[in-house]
């Protein structure tokens, strides 16, 4: 990292905060942001129960550069902190009787689902839930937090976030992603004006914020892009198409927008694009880290970042040759920081992980410039 030092503005205070490099000529230059970035998915998910104020201040204790707020509106038109707008999953909602006769059945993105939704809830009911671990076979120790924390609002989020910073003397980044756009479109509940507006009330402006906006959709980028010149990442799955795209009959998938004229599209209204880690390298066929692909190149070829997902400690999630110990564990933890310098290599720009101590350390001793 290189130590000029730039006067950045958070809260309303004046700091001082190192200038760092950034990635070549590619995509933006986040003026208080370093080079290549850890993102905590979802907060420090693999220690705390994810999207909740204490796995995000765990993630930022533990080195992350930004936090990864996924959102979903509630009924009265509050930005939450939620993976999905079902949320029996990760909240204590299905044990409430009060709660019991919201319990229904909605299409969500062409999926039958059965549970309770976000939208059928004010932010005051919300907050009476608490929420649980959602995968207690990877992480049984995070079930020792169940029923301590409740729902964040993006604006809870966005605070800890800044007084993390003056706390820390660095600068944490909000790494917002809208869940569902179209189908809360469809509901009246649209969340692409709400979040911009809340960046910007919040003092987050420009192209160098320390702030990425992320979508699996593509018409709600663009729409934000007439909003905002605050970054965008353009989400993309290893299989499918975008949800809007399926709506509009569009023929296209995401293979076809991670293509060199895809990219190239990308490029006119975000700044980065956010790939399955699949896609950068893929498995062979013995679930194995096989070749890189050119998915880095022709992204930076196209002036755009990338900042794959998603790095996860335990076995299950990593590749064959990097599971620890009793491989048949579903908690076992493997060799993530193996996997992170792999793919380090291949000259990604950040990575979501669920683990940022690890994520942290392995970006660390990271041979500066190396991989681009
Ligand atoms: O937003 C990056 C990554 O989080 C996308 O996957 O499903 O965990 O939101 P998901
Ligand atoms: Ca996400």
Do not use: C
């Not at 290549?36 to 550069?65: F, M, W």
């Not at 970054?231 to 995401?254: C, M």
């Not at 006119?268 to 896609?279: Q, R, S, V």
């Not at 794959?308 to 335990?314: G, H, I, V």
């Amino acid at each position: 990292m290189k130590h000029a030092w730039n006067a950045a503005l958070i809260t309303g205070v004046l700091t001082l905060i190192p200038l760092s490099a950034q990635s070549a000529d590619i995509g933006v230059k986040q003026a208080h942001l370093p080079d290549k970035l850890v993102v905590g998915h979802r907060g420090a998910s693999a220690l705390r129960p994810e999207h909740t104020l204490a796995a995000y201040e765990k993630a930022i204790d533990d080195g992350a550069d930004l936090i990864e707020p996924d959102l979903v509106s509630t009924k009265d038109g509050v930005l939450v902190a939620r993976h999905e707008n079902e949320i029996s999953g990760t909240t204590d909602v299905s044990v409430k009787p009060e709660f019991a006769i919201r319990k229904t059945t909605k299409t969500i993105d062409n999926i039958p689902i059965t549970g309770w939704f976000t939208e059928d809830f004010t932010l005051a009911e919300l907050k009476t839930l608490r929420a649980k671990e959602r995968i207690p076979a990877n992480r049984p120790g995070n079930t020792a937090y169940d029923g301590l924390y409740e729902i964040p609002t993006l604006q809870e989020v966005i605070d800890l976030a800044q007084r993390k910073s003056k706390e820390k003397g660095r600068t944490i980044g909000i790494y917002a992603e809208t869940k569902h756009p179209s189908y809360f479109q469809s509901i009246g509940l649209p969340m692409e004006r709400r979040l911009v507006d809340s960046l910007h009330a919040n003092g987050y402006r420009g192209k160098k914020a320390a702030v990425f906006i992320q979508s699996f959709e593509v018409a709600n980028l663009k729409e934000i892009r007439q909003m905002t010149d605050l970054p965008i990442v353009q989400l993309l799955s290893a299989r499918g198409k975008p949800e809007d795209f399926r709506l509009a009959g569009d023929n296209r998938t995401y293979a076809d927008i991670a293509s060199v004229s895809g990219l190239h599209e990308v490029a006119t209204y975000a700044d980065g694009i956010g790939p399955e880690k699949n896609m950068v390298i893929p498995r062979d066929a013995s679930n194995r880290l096989g070749t890189p692909t050119d998915l880095v190149k022709n992204a930076h070829a196209a002036r755009l970042l990338v900042h794959p997902y998603t790095f996860r400690p335990e076995n299950p999630f990593l590749p064959v040759e990097l599971r620890l110990g009793d491989p048949a564990s579903p908690s076992q933890r493997g060799n993530l920081a193996a996997e992170l310098e792999a793919f380090l290599k291949s000259g990604i720009d950040g990575f979501f992980t669920d683990d940022p101590a690890i994520g942290r350390a392995a970006l660390d001793a990271f041979p500066k410039g190396r991989g681009k």
